[in-house]
């Protein structure tokens, strides 16, 4: 089932607006941003690093727990992951109450180890993501527990959709919205909330050369696995698509566009340089995208972009840009 309805963005939105933040827009429109980007009508950005974990994840991990039955609950939840959803099933396990095993690389980012510790989950360190995954499987059947999926969900897609939603509403200008691509659980539920409520918008995702799935899985027509990853944004670094959020994607989504490492890395300095905001390469996705391949077919329109999250060290930020 591909279908999302308002009815059910709605009731999304209704069941976090006691507990998830109504991210600020910030328009694109100082001077120092006009030496930047293409030459569109006008441009906005939606903060949603200053989200409940420091991401648009906590939207719809807060969602999947919340709505679990009482005896789910009882059981917990367990995740994987080595980026913003470990932190975000870990704060909203916590808010909400229910026990959380986080399955996280050893490799990952220390400031989002620490940051599902510090909220009360249970740290199992993993040699790498794959492992991470059969820690997660393995722990749900051997215990009971819940998986949270980190994209690959009605609720996650739901999620996202809230978000999708605040945007267009408080920018009914917008017309062509760039979204980054993970999995496909952030652009499943944005694209889906935006078309349909103003369907002649442009929706165009993005995604790293080096974690193309999406991309792929559009151009043969279903979910498709890559063999390797190699990108910078861990957070977009998602090996392959799946079917739920692939097909809500493919129904909502114009165009998956990619851009390289150094267009990302480029973009994380933008930010810096003119909001000083500490972007991890996922957060600059679709800034990398607006100034890089959309550069021209984004001229003369009304464009919004998201800032999807900032978990990020100052050590690996800094040698990420170092790289470079």
């Known amino acids: ?181 993970g999995g496909g659980g952030m652009i499943s539920g944005l694209s889906a909330a935006i078309k349909l409520a103003r369907p002649n918008a442009t929706v165009i995702g993005v995604e790293p050369f080096g974690a193309d799935s999406m991309f792929r899985s559009f151009a043969a027509g279903k979910p498709v696995r890559l063999d390797n990853i190699a990108t910078i944004a861990d957070s977009l670094a998602s090996p392959l698509a799946m079917p739920y959020s692939f097909g809500v994607t493919h129904r909502y989504t114009d165009e998956i566009v990619r851009v390289e490492d150094d267009d990302l890395r480029h973009a994380m300095r933008i930010y810096q340089d003119i909001l000083k905001i500490t972007a991890e390469p996922a957060c600059a996705a679709s800034l990398a995208a607006l100034i890089g391949p959309l550069k021209e077919s984004a001229a003369g329109r009304n464009v919004g972009i998201i800032a999807c999250g900032s978990n990020i060290s100052m050590a690996r930020y800094n040698s990420l840009l170092e790289k470079n």
């Open 1 to 181: 089932m591909t279908e999302i309805s308002l009815e059910q963005i709605h009731n999304a939105q209704a069941d976090i607006c006691d507990t998830l933040i109504k991210t600020p827009t910030l328009a694109l429109n100082s001077d120092r941003w006009r030496t930047v980007l293409p030459d569109i009508a006008s441009g906005a950005v939606k903060l949603e690093l200053f989200q409940q974990a420091g991401s648009f994840k906590a939207r719809g991990a807060y969602l999947g727990i919340r709505n679990l039955s009482a005896e789910n609950r009882a059981k917990g939840v367990v995740a994987a992951s080595g980026g913003n959803h470990a932190m975000a099933v870990a704060w909203a396990a916590q808010k909400l109450g229910v026990s959380a095993k986080i399955a996280i690389p050893q490799a990952a980012d220390p400031i989002r180890i620490e940051g599902c510790r510090s909220t009360g989950a249970e740290v199992i360190l993993c040699k790498d993501i794959v492992e991470a995954f059969a820690v997660m499987e393995e722990t749900a059947a051997r215990e009971g527990c819940v998986t949270m999926h980190p994209f690959e969900g009605e609720h996650m897609t739901l999620g996202s959709a809230t978000c999708g939603a605040e945007f267009v509403a408080t920018h009914p200008e917008i017309d062509m919205f760039i979204i980054p691509v």
